[in-house]
């Protein structure tokens, strides 16, 4: 326990009292002596230990109104600061006026069922209930809350994750009618795997195909904030090696010699003349993992190359795994086809005579 002196900005003197008591400080003003600050302590003290002190009364209770905005603007240098504002102002509509303290795991359930009312999917229901949890867990750390009420509630179960991917022929459709500016892009997207953001910011200083063993595209600003490495095949090469020099700086050129900003209207107008139906551009993602895997590839350098944290994010392609060994071995097929005439005879008799050999 402890008084303090302190002097206002006008120059007058104060005294304040602070005190630890089950790990939460208590302090405020005393009074204008160190006497009056001592007694108000001792008052205090009393209260906290008869347990007649509202034991969060010393500690801030803001509005979740005003708390958004201090979460929104701390977090606003982070790759997230999107996803976090739609979700932060969805979570507003339904909580706002209320304090940190108000908000009881009961409010919470009461939320998941007027966004299930909404048909809103369960996958966007628990992305907001993970964007309060993180505001509940930060404002602790902030020191406005004392416990996270989204920890006592259970989020929802979510499908499998979408894993749409396009056949031979159906890639050769689509990058026949996309126009000059596009082809490139949707090219390195089928052949890399990355995402649409990585492709319209990738620069030439990116790119190393010359004079290097194994030529690689080195992305450093990504979804996860962790570089990666993501090698590139002879026939991408090719392709990379046909647009250098149309932009001194940026890889995908539009039309007017600028650097692609949007490929929506471009992309959709391709999927139209290649009559190919429910495909989103990040489903090219999507295609090289499925057929990378097909292909003999294996999940840990997938992971690797697509830039996920763990294999859990591509556990989805192990299926199309086993559907590539079981092509392998049926590769031996009329391998040992003598064999195979001499095992099925179907006569007991002359099975015995094999055994008796």
Excluded at 274 to 299: C, K, P, Q, W, Y
Aim: glycine content about 6%.
């Amino acid at each position: 326990m402890s008084v303090r002196q302190k002097v206002r900005r006008d120059g007058s003197v104060a005294w304040q009292y602070d005190f630890m008591h089950d790990g939460i400080r208590y302090r405020g003003l005393g009074g204008a002596t160190k006497t009056q600050a001592l007694r108000v302590q001792e008052k205090i003290r009393n209260q906290v230990l008869n347990g007649e002190h509202d034991l969060i009364e010393h500690r801030k209770n803001p509005r979740i109104d005003d708390f958004v905005v201090t979460f929104l603007d701390r977090r606003r240098h982070l790759k997230s600061k999107k996803r976090d504002n739609l979700s932060a102002r969805t979570l507003l509509k339904f909580f706002s006026g209320k304090t940190l303290r108000e908000i009881a795991p009961g409010d919470i359930e009461d939320y998941v069922l007027h966004r299930k009312a909404q048909n809103i999917a369960n996958a966007t229901i628990n992305r907001e209930l993970a964007c309060l949890k993180r505001m509940y867990n930060l404002a602790m750390r902030w020191g406005d809350a004392k416990k996270n009420p989204v920890s006592e509630i259970d989020f929802l179960k979510e499908p499998p994750g979408r894993s749409r991917y396009l056949s031979k022929e159906e890639m050769a459709r689509l990058l026949n009618s996309c126009n000059e500016h596009l082809r490139p892009l949707v090219f390195t997207a089928l052949y890399t795997g990355m995402r649409l953001s990585e492709l319209l910011t990738l620069k030439w200083s990116q790119v190393f195909i010359d004079n290097v063993l194994d030529p690689y595209i080195e992305l450093v600003e990504t979804k996860n904030g962790k570089s990666r490495l993501v090698p590139i095949s002879d026939d991408l090469v090719t392709v990379l090696e046909s647009v250098r020099g149309h932009h001194t700086e940026y890889v995908f050129i539009g039309e007017r010699g600028n650097p692609l900003k949007s490929v929506k209207k471009p992309f959709e107008t391709a999927l139209r003349k290649a009559a190919i139906t429910e495909f989103r551009f990040h489903d090219l993602r999507h295609t090289f993992a499925s057929h990378f895997i097909m292909n003999g590839g294996d999940v840990l350098a997938l992971k690797e190359i697509l830039g996920h944290s763990s294999l859990k994010m591509v556990e989805r392609y192990a299926h199309l795994a086993q559907a590539h060994k079981r092509r392998q071995v049926n590769n031996l097929k009329g391998v040992f086809s003598d064999c195979h005439l001499f095992v099925t005879r179907d006569t007991l008799p002359e099975r015995a005579k094999i055994g008796s050999l």
